[in-house]
């Protein structure tokens, strides 16, 4: 018997009979408010995929022995959806985040989906609460597609039943301030050999206590550090960036390579594109270590740095906590209040205007 793949076109729609209020933008926190439906797709190894259903956002229905639940069997995604100054709403590169989500998935055994289709239903799930996309500059719809494992299943094999579930949550800006980080040698948040480019829950909780206990210190965020060199990795849980004049005399903007620790982030990836187009200075992928940045920094070499994500878009770094010592890392030298260093302002300021359709793009996907 041939299994069934999603079919947008047998999508089905249940509206809510209790809608939502509307919170002023001001009250928008990150993850907190959430609209009114939510996308639900089953899977059964037996028959495949499932007509597709939106329903009012609820609780779901799953067996205490399923393997999301205990053994962490669940990948997820974030992107987001802009409305425009006409008023139209479009989506931001969604392919790339369905290609992760499909990697990332595979890698814990969940059944292979069709993207495209996959696509087409979530814009439709947008499109029914296009009411709770906010409507200023710097304001977004969040979407969020999870996919867990939902066999009631001890057995450690693989889970032949499985559900893929959207639900969006409007936002407000993230970080709207520079961030103070604390340098971590002595845990790790991915390694070599490891599930550190996959987005999947369990790389997320074990990270929480250190997260919380920098917090406690009075930081934001952790710097990860890996072996005995300080590798430089990632920021919390985004992508690092630093901007600097290199040992060879050269402007370069730097960021750690995608070699299997690096989570592949579509904004990394959008601010490297940008870059390159500029050609104004050399935009690498390379590994840089903690010492190296120490002695840029001593050398007065390090212009500024950032850190990037779905959540932030792009979030400029004032301070690092490294062996003893809060080190500063200049933001913008003509104005101490700034939020933003310069490069740092310029890429989020374009990237902003291709999210917005203020600048045409291929990046830019309307809801039709």
Not at 162 to 168: C, K, Q, T
Not at 340 to 348: A, C, E, I, N, Q
Request: net charge negative; with cysteine; hydrophobic share 40%.
């Amino acid at each position: 018997m041939t299994k069934s793949d999603i079919d947008a076109s047998k999508l089905t729609i249940t509206l809510t009979q209790t809608p939502k209020e509307l919170l002023d933008q001001s009250e928008l926190k990150f993850g907190k408010y959430f609209t009114d439906h939510m996308l639900c797709i089953k899977y059964t190894e037996e028959n495949g995929w499932e007509a597709p259903e939106i329903k009012p956002y609820g609780p779901l229905a799953i067996d205490p022995a399923a393997f999301a639940l205990n053994y962490s069997v669940q990948a997820f995604e974030g992107t987001k959806a802009y409305r425009a100054a006409d008023g139209t709403i479009n989506l931001f590169r969604p392919e790339k985040n369905l290609q992760r989500l499909a990697s990332s998935s595979q890698r814990i055994m969940l059944p292979e989906f069709d993207q495209e289709q996959f696509l087409e239903c979530i814009k439709e799930l947008v499109k029914v609460d296009q009411r709770f996309v906010p409507k200023d500059y710097g304001y977004s719809m969040y979407i969020r597609p999870n996919f867990i494992g939902t066999e009631p299943n001890l057995n450690l094999v693989y889970s032949r039943e499985a559900l893929l579930y959207v639900y969006l949550s409007p936002v407000g800006p993230y970080f709207p301030r520079t961030v103070r980080l604390f340098a971590n040698a002595t845990e790790a948040r991915a390694w070599p050999g490891g599930v550190g480019s996959f987005k999947l829950g369990g790389n997320y909780a074990p990270s929480m206590r250190p997260a919380m206990d920098v917090v406690s210190k009075g930081y934001d965020q952790i710097l990860w550090l890996l072996g005995d060199d300080h590798y430089v990795t990632e920021v919390g849980t985004m992508n690092f960036f630093v901007f600097w004049v290199n040992a060879d005399g050269e402007k370069e903007l730097v960021t750690a390579p995608l070699d299997g620790i690096i989570l592949p982030g579509v904004t990394r990836d959008s601010l490297l594109a940008l870059a390159r187009q500029w050609g104004e200075f050399k935009v690498s992928e390379r590994k840089i270590t903690m010492p190296e940045v120490v002695t840029a920094l001593e050398e007065g070499r390090v212009l500024e740095a950032f850190g990037a994500g779905t959540a932030c878009i792009v979030c400029s770094v004032s301070e690092v906590f490294y062996q003893g010592q809060n080190l500063a890392i200049p933001v913008d030298p003509t104005d101490p209040d700034a939020v933003y260093g310069p490069l740092t302002k310029r890429l989020r300021a374009e990237l902003l205007d291709i999210q917005y359709a203020k600048t045409p793009s291929p990046w830019t996907v309307p809801l039709l």
